[in-house]
């Protein structure tokens, strides 16, 4: 059973359309972080939720934390071919950071 | 800042062959990660160093992985003998401390292939 439960697994879509993809737990966290990765590249971070119901903006992307730190999500508005990747979300599971298993996003131009 | 540095890029090996994976993290990190990519298990965690000693390394397969890092500018993680389970792509991060909230820097990983 994974730690941090991550849907859609993924997301086809055409360029222009909104979209949002979850990261769900039954744990409570003190923090989460997005990060996104290209192909043939390392994952990069996107940003760090640390206080319940916290939303952050960056450019088109917008992340909230869920009330009970126990869940996020991440709203992309007019999706651009440049939003492609895998989308991960990550937090702290017995003293290490654990990552769920991603979704994939294709944006068609 | 180049970041962090992983070598060798692309790995292809036979089974049996010893493995040797370099990493070289940024500058003034205290902390290094291993970690394991695949389609089936996504990133998986290896083992990780803090001030160069190696905290937890439970995520390690079985006795074929060692980790090593010597100084903290350079880690190594090896396995002998490699299996064709073994393919991965394998990634090395480092981040300023092992606080919950400290960013993970990646590597572009190393991508495994043992026929």
């Known amino acids: 059973t994974q730690l941090l439960e991550q849907s859609p697994q993924f997301l086809s879509i055409q360029e222009g359309e909104n979209l949002t993809v979850y990261c769900n737990s039954s744990?409570?966290?003190?923090?989460l972080q997005w990060y996104r990765q290209e192909p043939g590249e390392g994952p990069v971070l996107l940003v760090t939720v640390v206080t319940g119901g916290e939303v952050k903006k960056l450019k088109r992307l917008t992340f909230q934390f869920g009330d009970a730190r126990k869940d996020s999500s991440l709203h992309i508005t007019a999706a651009q071919p440049g939003d492609t990747g895998l989308y991960l979300c990550a937090a702290e599971g017995g003293n290490k950071l654990v990552f769920g298993a991603g979704t994939i996003l294709r944006v068609k131009s | 800042d180049a970041g962090v540095i992983q070598s060798p890029r692309h790995e292809v090996t036979e089974m049996g062959q010893e493995v040797t994976l370099r990493c070289k993290p940024i500058s003034g990190h205290n902390s290094l990660f291993w970690y394991r990519q695949t389609m089936m298990r996504g990133l998986e965690l290896l083992i990780y160093f803090n001030n160069n000693v190696p905290i937890d390394d439970s995520g390690m397969p079985e006795d074929r992985f060692s980790a090593k890092m010597p100084n903290a500018s350079f880690s190594t993680l090896k396995i002998q003998p490699s299996e064709p389970r073994d393919s991965a792509v394998y990634f090395c991060?480092?981040?300023?401390?092992?606080?919950?909230?400290?960013?993970?820097?990646f590597g572009n990983g190393t991508r495994l292939t043992v026929t």
């Open positions: 744990s409570v966290f003190s923090s």
């Open positions: 991060a480092s981040s300023l401390s092992t606080r919950d909230n400290s960013p993970l820097h």
